[in-house]
């Protein structure tokens, strides 16, 4: 097929691409353009293999075979409450993808003719004009060496991220000397970058990277763990577009440049979104901990004596005669699947005539857009879904706020407290509502390690227990009212 | 060199359109636009089946397409099933 037609093709694909993009600008179209996109996808597929010279078969129908069965079970059986996972997975399959493209790559172009895996180390004798004319050799190794970097540490680093929210890993390991020694880890990883620009026929060198960049994911994402996750999940998923833009550049591919750097840039937005809701830096998120901040503050002092629980049906009372009632879920609504609960309760209360809201967070839940997503499973219509920007002007002339499973996003020490460790986070203004419901298991502080003093405020009341239990029984006491 | 500096304006220009685009993805749709960009870098397809299917390669090679191919199958398929079915949450009323 003729290389014009095949590019001008690669090129509909890229625009279905970011028509697909523009779709998810407004709920109402985002389905078409979800299909668009996937039509982009078929067709840009479609067009490569017809344009393949000689072709086998067997390897490409075994592996489509088998990633469609995978992807489609996963896609179809995940709970939504699972989502960050999933999207963990992914992200991580992406990079394994461009990895090992760009690995093929590199000894198909070497001209190595490799027998068994274990060939694959011996050295070969060859320079960058195997790679290309003049420049176009020194660039293309240039980007095969870091899609193999950004590649493999997008991998392992997805993989750990995984783990941690699956709960298969709790504990946070690190390297010795924390950002210095992964520093370290990645200059000796460009180091054998360069090396193989330099003498591409030093394989050696080439493995080194791969294993460097194995280990350094891992060292990245291990440490960092709970509520910042949403940064590092934001994070890899930009990584794995850059690596795919990346692997555009080695195979010289229009629509893989375009396709990748949408998806890259997608990634950096949504985390400096994540990073700027917490008013923590990137580097902070990923090498910094909590700041232990001047003194620390006794959970006791805060809450002694000034604690007010109440039961459910007693919440039930002061729903009845509200008028406005801002439910403002976390992560623990997610933990105890409380979302469908949620809204039989908003639904009580709107049939008694209460007007109901959701203030979200950015960081509520554990990747961006966590919670609307699930409210939208408990079938939520989308436009109750406040965003904190919006709903923080409306909390004076609110009734109650229901606190499900969030804790430091409502820490008013984060906007009184000079010298707290969150102080300058953006948060939920719940304290400035006539009365504040707090459902929660116990005292226990947020990801933050912090007191939050709005439990002990005297239009505060907290409901321990169970999430969904306490809602439930909040539901049926009202209905029965 | 005219290809490499052909591809460069095309990455940078769409990186600008990048930011342009996903600065309007209001928050509620974060999770499917993460979900279905997922679906979008699967486009390494395109790499990976030529990886996979040269029939001249050596075996090793076609090996590594074989993972290729099916880690982004999976990117592929999986972020546009799951998009379509969050996104599917979002729409009716």
């Known amino acids: 097929m003729n290389e014009n037609i095949v590019n001008f093709i690669y090129l509909i694909a890229g625009v279905l691409f970011i028509l697909g993009i523009k779709g998810l600008t407004k709920p ?98 060859a320079d960058s004009s195997a790679f290309g004319a ?57 180091v054998a970058v360069a090396l193989v620009v330099v003498e591409p026929g030093n394989v050696a060198a080439m493995v080194t990277v791969v294993a460097l960049a194995l280990l350094l994911g891992l060292f990245l994402v291990m440490p960092i763990g709970g509520a910042d996750m949403p940064v590092v999940i934001a994070l890899l998923n930009s990584y794995s577009g850059i690596a795919a833009a990346l692997a555009g550049f080695i195979l010289g591919n229009t629509v893989l440049i375009i396709a990748g750097s949408l998806v890259g840039t997608s990634g950096l937005i949504l985390t400096r979104i994540m990073c700027v809701a917490m008013n923590r830096s990137l580097a902070n998120v990923l090498f910094g901990k909590m700041a232990a901040g001047g003194e620390t503050i006794d959970a006791d002092e805060v809450y002694a004596g000034k604690v007010t629980s109440a039961q459910p049906d007693e919440v039930a009372m002061l729903l009845e005669t509200a008028q406005r009632v801002v439910i403002v879920p976390g992560y623990g609504m997610a933990m105890a699947q409380a979302q ?69 996003v409502t820490n008013p020490m984060a906007r009184d407290v000079e010298g707290s460790p969150i102080y300058g986070m953006p948060i939920l203004n719940v304290d400035k509502a006539k009365t504040v419901v707090v459902i929660k298991r116990s005292l226990s502080p947020g990801f933050a390690g912090l007191p939050n003093p709005l439990f002990a405020m005297d239009h505060t009341l907290m409901v321990y227990g169970d999430g969904k239990k306490a809602v439930v029984e909040m539901t049926t006491a009202l209905n029965q009212a | 060199m005219d290809i ?13 359109l990048g ?48 993972i290729a191919v099916t880690l982004a199958t999976i990117n592929v398929v999986g972020g546009y099933l799951v998009t379509n079915r969050m996104l599917a949450m979002f729409k009716r009323k």
């Open chain 1, 28 to 125: 109402k179209t985002a389905v078409r353009g979800n299909m668009l996109s996937a039509l982009g996808m078929l067709l840009a597929v479609v067009v490569t293999l017809l344009n393949m010279n000689t072709v086998d078969y067997t390897f490409i129908v075994a592996g489509v075979v088998v990633g469609s069965l995978v992807g489609s079970v996963m896609a179809l059986r995940i709970q939504m409450t699972s989502m960050p996972q999933m999207v963990a997975l992914l992200n991580g399959f992406g990079g394994g993808a461009s990895l090992t493209i760009a690995l093929a790559e590199y000894y198909t172009k070497l001209g190595a003719t490799p027998a068994t895996f274990a060939e694959l180390l011996h050295p070969v004798v």
């Open chain 1, 134 to 190: 003049g420049p176009e050799g020194t660039v293309a190794l240039v980007a095969i060496g870091l899609t193999v970097l950004i590649g493999a540490l997008t991998l392992t680093g997805s993989l750990v991220a995984f783990a941690k929210l699956q709960e298969l890993m709790k504990k946070s390991y690190g390297l010795p000397g924390g950002p210095i020694g992964n520093a370290l880890f990645l200059i000796a990883a460009l």
């Open chain 1, 340 to 408: 469908h609960a949620v809204r039989e309760l908003a639904d009580a209360m709107e049939a008694k005539g209460v007007e109901v809201e959701y203030g979200i967070h950015p960081v509520a839940g554990r990747m961006p857009g966590h919670m609307n997503v699930l409210l939208a499973e408990a079938e939520v219509p989308y436009d109750k879904l406040v965003e904190m920007d919006r709903i923080n002007p409306t909390f004076e002339d609110t009734d109650v706020v229901i606190v499900i499973g969030a804790n430091d």
């Open chain 2, 4 to 16: 490499l500096i052909l591809l460069l304006a095309l990455f940078v220009l769409s990186l600008f």
């Open chain 2, 19 to 66: 930011v342009e685009l996903i600065t309007k993805v209001p928050p509620t749709l974060h999770t499917p636009l993460m979900s279905g960009t997922n679906a979008v870098s699967g486009i390494t397809l395109v790499g990976a089946l030529l990886a996979a299917g040269n029939d001249g390669s050596p075996m090793v090679v076609n090996i590594l397409g074989f």
